[in-house]
């Protein structure tokens, strides 16, 4: 089986190339989702966060993700905190879910991993590709696409590495900064050179 790590920047469209890989027929697994169910009321995860940051960080029964992420992003001591807690489950998700698409002999699993050279776990996979678009496109998306504030956005941006060093980093580059069928091309183009086809 082979394992591809797809990475991007904040805004670079990751969600939208990772959908196109899957109408293509890819097995995708998404860390976001891994994070976000690592911390879902009554999980170890859940009570690790309200340990570590207070009740204050509750909202409705459930982790209040925006103020939350509204420290990690301004806050480096803070973001650590919260990876320390979130990203072992990430992992232990990701790899029950691989061993599992093993075991129905799926032979390429994609995981979407956000901070994948962040983290250094560019060694866990056969390849990465990295969907892309220039700093001020992600930008414009967050402030446009997502209504976030253009200081928020900035500090979003600035709290990963910045996507021309993962531009050099990665085996495959999806630009992700022109047209949905530019994009698509490209995604049918990058999964038929991983899959022999």
Same mark, same amino acid.
């Given at each position: 089986?082979?394992?591809?790590?797809?990475?991007?920047?904040?805004? !670079?469209?990751?969600?939208?190339?990772?959908?196109?890989?899957?109408?293509?027929?890819?097995? $995708?697994?998404?860390?976001?989702?891994? /994070?976000?169910?690592?911390? *879902?009321?009554?999980?170890?995860?859940? @009570?690790?966060? +309200?340990?570590?940051?207070?009740?204050?960080?509750?909202? @409705?029964?459930?982790?209040?993700?925006?103020?939350?992420? &509204?420290? +990690?992003? =301004?806050?480096?001591? %803070?973001?650590?905190?919260? =990876?320390?807690? #979130?990203?072992?489950? $990430?992992?232990?998700?990701?790899?029950?879910?691989?061993?599992?698409? %093993?075991?129905?002999?799926?032979?390429?699993?994609? &995981?979407?991993?956000?901070?994948?050279?962040? =983290?250094?776990?560019?060694?866990?996979?056969? !390849?990465? #590709?990295?969907?892309?678009?220039?700093?001020? $496109?992600?930008?414009?998306?967050?402030?446009?696409?997502?209504?976030?504030? /253009?200081?928020?956005?900035?500090?979003?941006? /600035?709290?990963?590495?910045?996507? *021309?060093?993962?531009?050099?980093?990665?085996?495959? #580059?999806? @630009? =992700?900064?022109?047209?949905?069928? &530019?994009?698509?091309?490209?995604? *049918?183009?990058?999964?038929?050179?991983?899959?022999?086809?």
């Amino acid at each position: 089986m082979k394992l591809i790590g797809l990475t991007g920047g904040v805004g !670079s469209g990751k969600s939208t190339v990772a959908e196109m890989f899957r109408e293509l027929g890819a097995e $995708v697994l998404d860390a976001d989702k891994a /994070a976000h169910a690592a911390y *879902e009321p009554g999980s170890p995860g859940f @009570d690790a966060v +309200v340990k570590e940051f207070g009740q204050g960080y509750v909202r @409705d029964g459930r982790i209040d993700r925006q103020k939350l992420g &509204q420290l +990690v992003f =301004n806050d480096p001591d %803070a973001r650590q905190r919260l =990876n320390a807690i #979130v990203h072992p489950l $990430v992992r232990e998700w990701m790899v029950e879910r691989t061993a599992e698409a %093993a075991r129905r002999g799926v032979p390429i699993v994609i &995981q979407d991993v956000p901070l994948l050279f962040e =983290n250094s776990l560019e060694h866990l996979f056969n !390849s990465i #590709v990295l969907v892309y678009a220039p700093e001020e $496109v992600q930008l414009e998306r967050l402030i446009k696409g997502r209504g976030v504030d /253009a200081a928020r956005a900035r500090a979003m941006i /600035a709290a990963q590495m910045s996507i *021309e060093k993962k531009r050099e980093l990665a085996h495959h #580059v999806i @630009d =992700n900064s022109g047209t949905v069928e &530019q994009t698509r091309a490209q995604v *049918e183009e990058v999964w038929a050179q991983m899959s022999g086809r």
